[in-house]
C-alpha cells in the first residue's frame, strides 16, 4: 500500500510509482508464485487518472489486473 498525505491529489507520477513497485516485486526470484494487490491512496484522484478509474471490465478504482497482481487507487474518503 502506497499512502500519500492527504493533500496530495493523485495522478500520473503517483501511479508510476506503484506500477514500478509492482512491477519489481513480479519479476523478483525471491519472491516465489503468488498474486500481489498494491493500493495507492491519497485525497483525490486527479484529472490525469480519472479515465483509468472506470474501466468497463473491471470494479472503479481498479487500475490494472495481471497475472501476478492487481493495482487498485481509491481516495481517504472511499477507504475510510
Not at 25 to 36: D, M, N, Q, R, T
Not at 37 to 61: H, K, M, N, P, Y
Request: proline content about 2%.
Amino acid at each position: 500500500m502506497e499512502l500519500k498525505r492527504p493533500s496530495l491529489s493523485l495522478g500520473n507520477k503517483e501511479l508510476a510509482q506503484v506500477r514500478g513497485y509492482a512491477t519489481a516485486l513480479s519479476i523478483h526470484a525471491g519472491v516465489g508464485p503468488g498474486k500481489w494487490t498494491f493500493w495507492l491512496v491519497g485525497a483525490t484522484c486527479g484529472s490525469e487518472i480519472q479515465d483509468q478509474l472506470q474501466q468497463r471490465d473491471r470494479a472503479w478504482g481498479h487500475i490494472e489486473a495481471h497475472d501476478r497482481y492487481d493495482i487498485w487507487v481509491t481516495n481517504w474518503g472511499a477507504l475510510l
